[in-house]
C-alpha cells in the first residue's frame, strides 16, 4: 500500500477537523476453568443518547462458551488462525496453541516506546495486522502495525496519521478496508467531540474514506464512557460489534438509507466486549475468539446463526 501522504498537520476545532475530513478522506456519516460472568449493561452516557435510546430488541441468542485460557497480557484482544491464537496487550503479543493453551512465543514493545496502544488484531495470510492508535494521547493518531505470523516480531507499519477518532479495529472485506475510529466521553479525545462521533468506515487501499456511518443511538447507550472496541462482517453478511464492557454482540448492517448503522439484534457472549476475532478456519461454525479484560482470560465460543426473519 502507498502511504497517504496527504494527511493535514493537527488540528482541535470541530470545524477545521470536519474540513480536514472532508478534504482528504471524502463524504464523513456525521449527525479473555469456566466462571460465571455478570452481563451488565452499561447506562447511557449522554442525555442526548438516552433520549433518543429505543432499547434493545433481543431475539434469545445466547453463544455456548467452548473453552478459556488465562492469558495475562490479554488485556485488549485476541486474533486466532488455524493452530495459534494472538493476545494482544498495549504493547504486547502472545502467541499460544489453540489446542493446548501452551504459550510458543511473544513480542514485547517497549513501555514508553513508539507502540502505545494495540488494539484489534486480523491475521492476513502469514502476517498478523493490528489496529494501533496513540490513545489517550492528543491529537488523536491512530496506524496499523503488521507483524510476521510466525516470530511476532514488527515487519511494517502503515500510519493513517490524524483522524476523527482513535482506530480501534480493521478488518478486509469485499476488497475494502473497514475500520472503527472511536471518540469517548472521558479522555483521549479531541475537545468538542464524544462517543456520538464514533464511526465505521469504507477505505479504499490508500485509505481513503469512500462512506462512513454512524452507530444507533441504543448501541451507543451501552458504551459507558467507551466506544466500539471490536468488530468484523459475519458470513451472514451482517455487521457484529462490541462495545468496553459490556458481554453483548451488536448485530448491525448497512442502512437502505442515510448515515446511521443499522440495528439488527444482540446476542449474550461470555466475552466482555474489547476486541475479538473470527475463528475463519472453523468451517461451517461460528466461532469468536474474545477475552475478559477484568479475568485477563482468552474465551471461545460459538456463536448461533440468526433466525431467517433477522437476514432480510
Same mark, same amino acid.
Given at each position: ?107 514485547? =514493545?517497549?513501555?514508553? #516506546?513508539?507502540?502505545?496502544? $494495540?488494539?484489534?488484531?486480523?491475521? *492476513?495470510?502469514? !502476517? &498478523?495486522? +493490528? ?98 472496541? =471490536?468488530?468484523?462482517? #459475519?458470513?451472514?453478511?451482517? $455487521?457484529?460489534?462490541?462495545?468496553? *464492557?459490556?458481554? !453483548? &454482540?451488536? +448485530? ?61
Amino acid at each position: 500500500m502507498k502511504i497517504d501522504n496527504s494527511m493535514p498537520e493537527a488540528t482541535v476545532t470541530r470545524r477545521q477537523v470536519l474540513l480536514t475530513l472532508g478534504a482528504t478522506a471524502g463524504a464523513l456519516a456525521i449527525g479473555s476453568g469456566a466462571s460465571s460472568l455478570a452481563r451488565p449493561a452499561a447506562a447511557a452516557s449522554t442525555d442526548a443518547a438516552a433520549e433518543a435510546n429505543p432499547g434493545l430488541t433481543k431475539h434469545g441468542l445466547v453463544a455456548d462458551e467452548l473453552q478459556r485460557w488465562q492469558i495475562n497480557h490479554a488485556n485488549q484482544g485476541v486474533a486466532v488462525d488455524a493452530d495459534h491464537f494472538y493476545g494482544i496487550g498495549n504493547h504486547a503479543l502472545v502467541k499460544h496453541r489453540k489446542d493446548t493453551g501452551v504459550q510458543v512465543g511473544e513480542w514485547m =514493545g517497549s513501555q514508553d #516506546g513508539a507502540i502505545i496502544h $494495540l488494539n484489534a488484531g486480523w491475521v *492476513d495470510g502469514d !502476517e &498478523l495486522v +493490528v489496529a494501533h492508535s496513540n490513545f489517550p494521547q492528543l491529537p488523536m493518531a491512530s496506524s496499523l502495525e503488521t507483524y510476521d505470523r510466525n516470530s511476532l516480531q514488527p515487519v511494517a507499519t502503515y500510519s493513517l496519521g490524524i483522524r476523527l477518532g482513535s482506530l480501534t479495529w480493521a478488518v478486509r472485506h469485499q476488497g475494502f478496508w473497514w475500520a472503527c475510529f472511536a471518540n469517548y466521553n472521558d479522555n483521549g479525545t479531541t475537545p468538542g467531540f464524544d462517543q456520538r462521533w464514533t464511526h465505521v468506515g469504507k477505505f479504499d487501499d490508500n485509505w481513503q474514506m469512500l462512506e462512513s456511518w454512524l452507530f444507533p443511538p441504543q448501541i451507543v447507550a451501552t458504551w459507558g464512557d467507551s466506544a466500539c472496541s =471490536g468488530g468484523d462482517w #459475519g458470513d451472514d453478511g451482517l $455487521l457484529y460489534v462490541t462495545g468496553h *464492557d459490556a458481554a !453483548e &454482540l451488536y +448485530v448491525l448492517r448497512l442502512p437502505r438509507q442515510g448515515v446511521t448503522l443499522e440495528y439488527v439484534t444482540t446476542i449474550d457472549v461470555p466475552f466482555e466486549g474489547q476486541s475479538w476475532a473470527w475463528d475463519r478456519s472453523a468451517r461451517g461454525e461460528r466461532i469468536i475468539y474474545g477475552i475478559s479484560r477484568a479475568r485477563r482470560e482468552v474465551i471461545v465460543a460459538r456463536i448461533p446463526e440468526l433466525p431467517s426473519s433477522l437476514l432480510g
